[in-house]
T-cell receptor, first 111, second 112 residues
Framework: KQEVTQIPAALSVPEGENLVLNCSFTDSAIYNLQWFRQDPGKGLTSLLLIQSSQREQTSGRLNASLDKSSGRSTLYIAASQPGDSATYLCAVTGSARQLTFGSGTQLTVLP | EAEVAQSPRYKITEKSQAVAFWCDPI?????LYWYRQILGQGPELLVQ????????DSQLPKDRFSAERLKGVDSTLKIQPAELGDSAMYLCASSTDKETQYFGPGTRLLVL
């Protein structure tokens, strides 16, 4: 059974700092990997999707990398802003096209 | 931009009562998912529909939970009777290509 782990569970940084969120998964037979953002009490917003054949994806200040063989992904956020404060969830899609989520990293960016 | 709609947004109920949640997916999306997210955890799939058919309900507690998508469009998730441990966020998502799932705002359930 696929398991997804995210470290750290919570992170607090001053505004302007660059930061990295980590995600690991146990079964490398994935279809793709996604990073989501979730604001308190809200639904999920997809940030980046990396296909299994890709190594990274970029969107604005966000860059996600994927090392499928080692079962790891990172989300890099450049020049963090208070508006980036949210929970970031990593999810992998398996052969059944179903998402398995990690427990998330709660990010707080201090002004 | 089209969105997944869910209602109600919040629901407070007493244990042993029945509750129902509604989801209207993005028009044209054949695949619909219901997830449960306990506070501090990631969402877990409860049931997946392809049109009106259930594709996977292996994680759905069928003694108390039921889900239907009668016309292959909107869907209802029901809990009867509700238990304290059912307190969670219930998220609905839809997709067309099975790669990108679009999530609704969720229904937050509190069972007292």
């Amino acid at each position: 059974k696929q398991e997804v782990t995210q470290i750290p569970a919570a992170l607090s940084v001053p505004e302007g700092e660059n930061l990295v969120l980590n995600c690991s998964f146990t079964d490398s037979a994935i279809y793709n990997l996604q990073w989501f953002r979730q604001d308190p009490g809200k639904g999920l917003t997809s940030l980046l999707l990396i296909q299994s054949s890709q190594r990274e994806q970029t969107s604005g200040r966000l860059n996600a990398s994927l090392d499928k063989s080692s079962g790891r992904s990172t989300l890099y956020i450049a020049a963090s802003q208070p508006g980036d404060s949210a929970t970031y969830l990593c999810a992998v899609t398996g052969s059944a096209r179903q998402l398995t989520f990690g427990s998330g990293t709660q990010l707080t960016v201090l002004p | 931009e089209a969105e997944v709609a869910q209602s109600p947004r919040y629901k407070i109920t007493e244990k042993s009562q029945a509750v129902a949640f509604w989801c209207d997916p993005i028009s044209g999306h054949a695949t619909l998912y219901w997830y449960r997210q306990i506070l501090g955890q990631g969402p877990e799939l409860l049931v997946q529909f392809q049109d009106e058919s259930v594709v996977d309900d292996s994680q759905l507690p069928k003694d108390r939970f039921s889900a239907e998508r009668l016309k292959g469009v909107d869907s209802t998730l029901k809990i009867q009777p509700a238990e304290l441990g059912d307190s969670a966020m219930y998220l609905c998502a839809s997709s067309t290509d099975k790669e990108t799932q679009y999530f609704g705002p969720g229904t937050r359930l509190l069972v007292l």
